[in-house]
Nanobody, 124 residues
């Protein structure tokens, strides 16, 4: 069964940086849009960034200019700079099983193969 594995989370002070990675062992990412999502306590899961199969990308407005998503055939990376306390959440990645290129309309139920997530905590 395919499942993503996320890594790279941790505790950083405001203004700090983290580099998150996600892979799906044995599952090439070619042909899939892969997204990073976050879920804070008491809130719904929401999109952060999408790395499309054509190497274009989408960012939610709260992270534009601070986060950068990239991908290769086996891994999707999220570089998070200038982190803020409101970025604190569990970060997950998942693949869109219906579209290889996703724009600003993110439909959560199109994404599958969710991992267990990695905790990001931004606090002084």
């Amino acid at each position: 069964q395919v499942q993503f594995v996320e890594s790279g989370g941790g505790l950083v002070p405001p203004g700090g940086s983290l580099r998150l990675s996600c892979t799906a062992p044995g599952f090439p990412l070619d042909g899939y849009a892969v997204g990073w999502f976050c879920q804070a306590p008491g809130k719904e899961r929401e999109e952060v960034a999408i790395a499309n199969d054509d190497h274009s990308s989408y960012y939610t407005y709260t992270v534009k200019g601070r986060f950068t998503v990239s991908r290769d055939r086996a891994k999707v990376t999220l570089v998070m700079n200038n982190l803020k306390p409101e970025d604190t959440a569990i970060y997950y990645c998942a693949a869109n099983i219906m579209r290889s290129v996703v724009g600003s309309t993110i439909i959560l139920h199109e994404f599958s193969y969710w991992g267990q997530g990695t905790q990001v905590t931004v606090s002084s």
